[in-house]
């Protein structure tokens, strides 16, 4: 029977609607009449890219059936069409449908779709490469996520999310979801969910904010637990379920080993450097300081927000080694000046000491510089000496990997919670990843 990877992307807006839901939908209709391969994919791309509208996700299906390509095109196309935001101006849909295995380059593609910003040329010249089937609505912008989606495999490192869809009618309304529950659920199921909870301000994590059909979404490591959440959880308005396999939590964009000097707008990128100035607090408690390696320099910013990344980057100085971890954003009216807006930073060296001019024997004061390597003199006595004289720091800042608070990570950003727990291979076996809410094969 042959295999088909049907990927898609672009049908939300701010507004309404959410990808993950259309992909809950076409899940519906072709569990009938397919065998999945692989738990529906959840694949979140370069979170930099300014025209996505949220957390830049995209999905992909892995089938076997023997519909054909026309019939799997258009049952696709109709469910899109029926449920993407219309309204908005913004989303151009993208499907594509792959039949057979993955090629390289189509991975590739979806590697470089995690960290750069990939045009609808190159899409489109690839998918014709391929013989990959598509359709798009409006612009086709959508094309890129959906290629994308079908070239990230998950073959290491994956996560799940067990998304719980709201009945139409409740869109636009309050979520019930009971925040007891929700505590009782993450201590229940901790280390192997994460994200559910803020602890600092105590706020719920698995409940989305707009009228889209998402009603919770448990991230976790396994099918299993994730099911098991969903028993422990107390809602209402539910109306199915689905267990996405996803490259959410893994640091997956966090690949782009990248020079100074080969840095471009909207790409996420790896930097090491040293510090080379103090660093600045601006008004609204952001930190700013200045990185440089072999190549240049650049500004690394951490935000108010960003929590402890913030308040380790103020206490950093001139000389430590770090590790910056972000998204390349152009200054608006400079699209060359650029600024690496942090969303982790590892801390690697820091000084222990710093040369200062040395004291003057006899008064105990300190001398002052008589030049660029000229020396130094005590103001009082006169007294001279040829070289400054290390002095040690008791330094407050450590060494180590700086995250922001959960209620502000990206949706790739691997918590600390799951470091060790990298996963080497590829999907477990996949059963039992969709079910409606109050038929007996919910979970
Ligand atoms: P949601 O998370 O709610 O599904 P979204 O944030 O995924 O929404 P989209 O509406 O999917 O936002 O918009 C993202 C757009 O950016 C899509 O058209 C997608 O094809 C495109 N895109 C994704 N990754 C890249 C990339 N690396 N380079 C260029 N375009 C990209």
Redo the contacts with the bound molecule.
């Keep these: 029977m042959p295999i088909y990877h049907l990927g898609i ?5 701010l507004k309404r ?4 839901y259309v992909g809950a939908l076409l899940v519906e209709r072709l569990l009938p009449q397919a065998t999945f391969l692989d738990f529906p994919n959840l694949i ?3 979170p930099n ?1 300014p ?8 999905i992909c299906l892995r089938i076997s059936t023997p519909m054909d390509c026309d019939y799997l095109l258009e049952l696709a196309e109709e469910v899109v069409e029926e449920n993407r935001d219309r309204q908005d101006e ?3 849909p ?1 499907i594509a449908l792959l039949e057979g295995g993955v090629p390289k380059s189509l991975k590739l593609f979806g590697r ?9 040329e190159d ?1 489109t010249s690839l998918a014709r490469e391929l013989g990959i089937y598509y359709r798009t609505i409006k612009g086709g ?6 290629l ?1 989606a079908i070239g990230n495999t998950l073959e290491g490192d994956h996560t799940y999310e067990l998304i719980v869809y709201r009945k139409k009618e409740t869109w636009d309304g309050q979520r019930q979801v009971d925040r007891e529950s929700v505590v009782e659920m993450d201590q229940g199921t901790y280390p192997y969910t994460f994200n559910n909870l803020d602890y600092e301000t105590g706020r719920v994590l698995i409940t989305p904010h707009g009228s ?1 059909p998402i009603l919770f979404g448990v991230r976790g490591e396994y099918p299993s637990v994730l099911r098991q959440a969903l028993k422990m959880l107390k809602f209402s308005g539910g109306e199915m379920w689905v267990i996405y396999r996803s490259n959410q939590g893994t640091d997956a964009h966090l690949i782009n080993n990248s020079a100074v000097a080969e840095l471009r707008p909207y790409q996420a990128a790896v930097l090491e450097g040293k510090l080379m100035g103090t660093p600045k607090v601006i008004r609204g408690g952001h930190a700013i300081a200045e990185l440089g390696d072999a190549t240049g320099r650049i500004d690394i910013a951490a935000y108010e927000k960003s929590g402890e990344i913030q308040k380790v980057l103020r206490e950093l100085l001139p000389g430590d080694r770090v590790r910056a971890y972000g998204g390349v954003i152009p200054h608006e009216g400079q699209p060359t000046r650029l600024t690496l807006n942090l969303e982790k930073l590892e801390v690697l060296e820091l000084i222990t000491a710093v040369a200062r001019s040395p004291l003057c024997g006899k008064c105990k004061v300190r001398m002052k510089a008589k030049g660029r390597n000229k020396g130094y003199k005590c103001e009082k006595c006169g007294l001279e000496a040829k070289y400054s004289i290390m002095e040690s720091l008791d330094r407050k800042a450590k060494k180590g990997v700086f995250l922001p608070p959960s209620r502000s990570v990206r949706h790739l950003t691997k918590p600390l919670q799951r470091y060790g727990m990298e996963k080497s291979w590829g999907s477990d076996s996949v059963h039992s990843f969709f079910g409606f809410i109050d038929a007996k094969d919910s979970p």
Excluded: E, F, M, P
């Excluded at 025209?51 to 995209?58: P, T, V």
């Excluded at 912008?141 to 959906?146: D, H, I, P, S, T």
């Design positions: 992307d672009d049908t939300d807006s609607g959410c990808t993950t979140r791309l370069n890219i025209w996505k509208s949220r957390g830049n996700a995209a913004k989303n151009q993208g470089r779709a995690l960290y750069d910003v990939l045009s609808v899409a912008r959508g094309l890129v996520g959906a994308a889209d």
